[in-house]
């Protein structure tokens, strides 16, 4: 008989391509990946998956798989969300998904609050840049930096989130300080690398000093944060987290056009009468500043 447990493994190899970053999506061994997906292979009589040099594809039959596996996790995750929904105590376990600057400056250091609240409760707070899938709980509650394009899913605008150009005072003592933005562009810079591509702070650099030299690149805002306290160049940083950095110096007015994003908590409809989601989201709340309009 086919398990659950062994189509889940094989739904990951087929989404994500390798044991390696399907045992990351599923937080256990590659080998445990692989060890599992050759005993469905042994179950069923038929090879499911293939090598190519883009990663595993599934073969004919792991197609045909794939389409039943899916049904199956379709009904597993609404049950699992349909029983998890109904329980009212706030204990257990809550995956929060965010990004890594929101993990590491605002919702670590204020979990306390929320444990001594409920001391029953267990957070796993996932800090990712890929937005994770609620429907197969991969998390149960999401902090994104826009409202959601699904639908069906439960959003609330936590409060604006603006940005604003930063440099040390070590480098700014080296290059002095900039009183316009047209001087912006004989700076060097910190900047994201593609995985932020197409943001609105990135985007706005593109705009302004789209000649200045960058020195270095980073895949997420806690790096960049670090670089440019360390003095490496001028950044474009969330003010939310930037007083976290003493080094930290906010260079010229907000006047200059910089973007201002939204935060939103995001959860499941199935997650509404939850206990334990109500009261990360109630946490949450108390977290951020009150959004404009």
């Known amino acids: 008989m086919l398990a659950w447990d062994d189509l889940r493994f094989f739904l990951a190899v087929d989404r994500h391509g390798t044991h ?28 499911l998956l293939r090598r190519t040099p883009e990663g595993l594809v599934p073969t004919e039959a792991g197609l045909r798989l794939r389409t039943h596996a899916e049904r ?18 706030v204990a ?15 919702l670590a250091p204020r979990l306390v609050e929320l444990r001594e609240r409920h001391p029953d409760l267990v957070v796993e707070l996932r800090a990712e840049l890929r937005v994770l899938d609620l429907s197969r709980r991969e998390a149960d509650v999401a902090l994104r930096m826009s409202r959601p394009r699904e639908p069906a899913l439960l959003a609330r605008r936590l409060c604006d989130f603006p940005f604003r150009v930063y440099g040390s005072a070590a480098y700014l003592s080296r290059r002095g300080r900039p009183s316009t933005v047209k001087e912006l562009a004989r700076h060097d810079w910190v900047r994201p690398d593609a995985t932020l591509e197409g943001t609105p ?24 944060m670090a670089a440019c306290a360390a003095g490496h160049g001028l950044a474009v940083l969330p003010e939310l987290f930037a007083p ?14 910089l973007p201002s994003r939204e935060l939103w908590a995001v959860t499941h409809p199935d997650l509404r009468h939850n206990a334990r989601v109500g009261a990360v989201l109630a946490w949450l709340g ?8």
Do not use: C
């Open 201 to 224: 702070q990135e985007t706005w650099l593109e705009r302004h000093v789209p000649q200045a030299r960058t020195v270095l690149r980073a895949s997420n805002t806690v790096t960049l």
């Open 244 to 257: 976290h950095e003493p080094r930290l110096e906010p260079l010229l007015p907000r006047a200059t056009g």
């Open 92 to 106: 257990g376990t809550v995956r929060i998904t965010s990004g890594d600057g929101l993990a590491a400056y605002v």
């Open 20 to 47: 390696a970053a399907a045992g990351r999506a599923l937080r256990v061994a590659p080998t445990t990946i692989g060890r599992r997906l050759a005993a469905l292979e042994d179950a069923v009589g038929v090879r």
């Open 72 to 89: 199956v996790e379709a009904e597993v995750l609404a049950s699992e969300r349909e029983l998890t929904g109904a329980d009212q105590r």
């Open 286 to 293: 108390t977290l951020f500043p009150r959004p404009r309009g």
